[in-house]
Structure formats: structure tokens, C-alpha cells
T-cell receptor, first 113, second 113 residues
Framework: GNSVTQMQGQVTLSEEEFLFINCTYS??????LFWYVQYPGEGPQLLLK?????NKGSSRGFEATYDKGTTSFHLQKASVQESDSAVYYC????????????FGSGTRLLVSP | EAAVTQSPRNKVAVTGGKVTLSCNQT?????MYWYRQDTGHGLRLIHY???????EKGDIPDGYKASRPSQENFSLILELATPSQTSVYFC????????????FGSGTRLLVI
């Protein structure tokens, strides 16, 4: 079945540092990859999505690309702010046999001023 | 503004009692989902629906029922609540097609004592 692995449980940075979060996925189909962000006390919300391998998605200063060859999907931001502190989920959407999404376990980002 | 609204925001229930969590969406989405979120487990799919009158089992359906009486409303029912069902529950809605993203509600925090 489809699966998503996020190895980084927590990332701690100072403001203006570079952010890089990676995830790997497994599927036999043609996936769309998403990044969702969850702030304390709220539900997850879509940050960005990438529908085609090697294309780039971007939103609010975040960028993401996925590499079909290495089945990896990463999220990056050049300069983080304290307000970026949240949990980031890598999510795989795949339509073979009926559309479903699979959530990764999440990466908690803590940014100190 | 299109949205997903969950009620109640907080609920305390007694063991063995019946609990109903409600979700309403104004996105005109066909699909709706119920997840629970626990520390160490991320988001886990309980039940989902492809439209009014339909419900499908997710990955952890035991102890839960779902009801979709209309396009807009999707309920999660705990007939005999147990302390192990203490969790934060999220409802989401999404379109049918591949590449579809989800809109989440703000969650219901349930404590079963």
C-alpha cells in the first residue's frame, strides 16, 4: 500500500535560519504530494501541493519539490520566523483504485527568536 | 467563506455513554472524513463518506459509527464511549478528483472519564 515516512520528529532553529524537512514515500501510482501545516489548537491546513515530479510548489515563502527517482519530497524555507513554529505533515495523494491520502507522522518545527 | 465547522469544541463524556460529534461543511465537497489525533500516532482515519447516505470504514473504525444524512453534514458516533477514545477528533472535506486537498475543521477535544 501507499506510505509516507517523515524521519525528523522535531526540528529546532533560530529565526532567519534555513529550513529543510524531508520525507520519503512509497506508491505504485502517480502521486500528488502535499505539505500541510498545523498550528496549536487548529486543524491542519494546506500549505502547498506538487502534482508533477520535479515541479516546484511554493507558498508563503516555502518551496517544495518531489523527486520520483529517489521517491523523496522535501520542504524548504530560506529564512524561518518564530511564527512558522508548527507541525508540518507530508501527505501523499494517489488515485489508483479510488482517491486516498496518507499522512506522514509530522515534523514539529520550533523557531526561537 | 467556505468552511468546515465542528461541534462541540470540547466534550467530557462518561464511560459507557453515547457521544455524537458533528461536522458541517459549506464547501460543497462530496467527500468527508473523520480523523483522530493522538500523540505518537499522528492523524488516523476513522470513517469517511463519498456523499449523502454513504459511509466507509477507515483504518481504525472499531468502536465508531458514522452518519452522512446530507451533503453538508457528517457525524461520528461513539455508542459506548471508553477512556481509550479520549482524543482530538478532526473532520475534513474534499473533492472527488485526484490532486484534491482537504479542508479541516478546528477539532473536537473529547475526554472520556
Amino acid at each position: 500500500g501507499n506510505s509516507v515516512t517523515q524521519m525528523q520528529g522535531q526540528v529546532t532553529l533560530s529565526e532567519e535560519e534555513f529550513l529543510f524537512i524531508n520525507c520519503t514515500y512509497s506508491t505504485t501510482g502517480y502521486p500528488t504530494l502535499f505539505w500541510y501545516v498545523q498550528y496549536p489548537g487548529e486543524g491542519p491546513q494546506l500549505l502547498l501541493k506538487v502534482t508533477t515530479a520535479n515541479n516546484k510548489g511554493s507558498s508563503r515563502g516555502f518551496e517544495a519539490t518531489y523527486d520520483k527517482g529517489t521517491t523523496s519530497f522535501h520542504l524548504q524555507k530560506a529564512s524561518v520566523q518564530e511564527s512558522d513554529s508548527a507541525v508540518y505533515y507530508c501527505v501523499l495523494g494517489e488515485g489508483t483504485g479510488g482517491y486516498k491520502v496518507v499522512f506522514g507522522s509530522g515534523t514539529r518545527l520550533l523557531v526561537s527568536p | 467563506e467556505a468552511a468546515v465547522t465542528q461541534s462541540p469544541r470540547n466534550k467530557v463524556a462518561v464511560t459507557g455513554g453515547k457521544v455524537t460529534l458533528s461536522c458541517n461543511q459549506t464547501n460543497n465537497h462530496n467527500n468527508m472524513y473523520w480523523y483522530r489525533q493522538d500523540t505518537g500516532h499522528g492523524l488516523r482515519l476513522i470513517h469517511y463518506s463519498y456523499g449523502a447516505g454513504s459511509t466507509e470504514k477507515g483504518d481504525i473504525p472499531d468502536g465508531y459509527k458514522a452518519s452522512r444524512p446530507s451533503q453538508e453534514n457528517f457525524s461520528l458516533i461513539l455508542e459506548l464511549a471508553t477512556p481509550s477514545q479520549t482524543s482530538v477528533y478532526f473532520c475534513a472535506s474534499g473533492d472527488m478528483g485526484a490532486n484534491s486537498d482537504y479542508t479541516f475543521g478546528s477539532g473536537t477535544r473529547l475526554l472520556v472519564i
